[in-house]
């Protein structure tokens, strides 16, 4: 089974403070996602990343940033946390390859981002 | 742009009964792969049933099954004898052209009745 783990599932953080969240899977999957997620807006893609020290912006990637330096782990970085970036946070990866699994996201628990 | 269109936001079904939870979409791909994924209240968002554009036979996984209308670009999750360990969001997505990336919809929102 494809395991994808996030460091923590609640944070709290200041406004200002700089944020780390991490993401690591085992199925050494070439694709990793960071989403955000709110109440009716759905899945908006932050950053994606097809390889290592490959990274791509999505649809939302303004006081984001990315890193990934190994290919199993894929970190979020929010530089100077703002309120308006409490959120659920979701990380995906998936394979390149073409078959069964071609394009099937796999995700992680999630972690819920507080910035007061 | 690609799209995809959940039109129900909310949905409830009573035990053992019958649901379907409908998605379109928009694409000028000819050969894609079709998602919905499952979201039980403050749990892990796993995949629920796939199916691939070009198989003409609606996919199947247990209780689960999808109606595929490809000319109507329309995907709808029927899911059978519905229990209460199916409350949950549920979310439409297909890949976006020439991209890894998946386009999800907004969700349905999934109440069983017991």
């Known amino acids: 089974d494809v395991k994808v783990t996030q460091s923590s599932r609640y944070l709290v953080k200041r406004t200002g403070e700089k944020v780390f969240l991490e993401c690591v899977q085992d199925m050494d999957h070439e694709n990793m996602f960071w989403y955000r997620q709110d109440p009716g807006l759905g899945l908006r893609l932050i950053y994606f990343s097809y390889d290592v020290k490959m990274k791509e912006k999505g649809d939302i990637p303004e006081g984001y940033s990315v890193s990934r330096e190994k290919k199993e782990r894929f970190s979020l970085i929010l530089e100077s946390a703002s309120t308006n970036q409490t959120s659920m946070y979701l990380c995906a990866s998936s394979s390149h390859s073409s078959g069964r699994d071609t394009d099937t996201q796999y995700f992680g628990p999630g972690t819920r981002l507080t910035v007061l | 742009a690609q799209t995809v269109t959940q039109s129900q936001p909310e949905m409830s079904v009573q035990e053992a009964e019958t649901v379907t939870l409908s998605c379109t979409y928009d694409t000028s791909e000819n050969n894609y792969y079709l998602f919905w994924y499952k979201q039980p209240p403050s749990r892990q968002m796993i995949l629920v049933i796939r199916?691939?554009?070009?198989?003409?036979q609606n996919a199947t996984e247990n209780r689960f099954s999808v109606n595929f209308q490809k000319a109507a670009k329309s995907f709808s999750l029927k899911i059978s004898d519905s229990q209460l360990g199916d409350t949950a969001m549920y979310f439409c997505?297909?890949?976006?052209?020439?991209?890894?990336?998946?386009?999800f919809g907004k969700g349905t929102k999934l109440s069983v009745i017991p």
């Open positions: 997505a297909f890949p976006r052209a020439g991209s890894y990336q998946l386009t």
């Open positions: 199916q691939e554009a070009y198989k003409q």
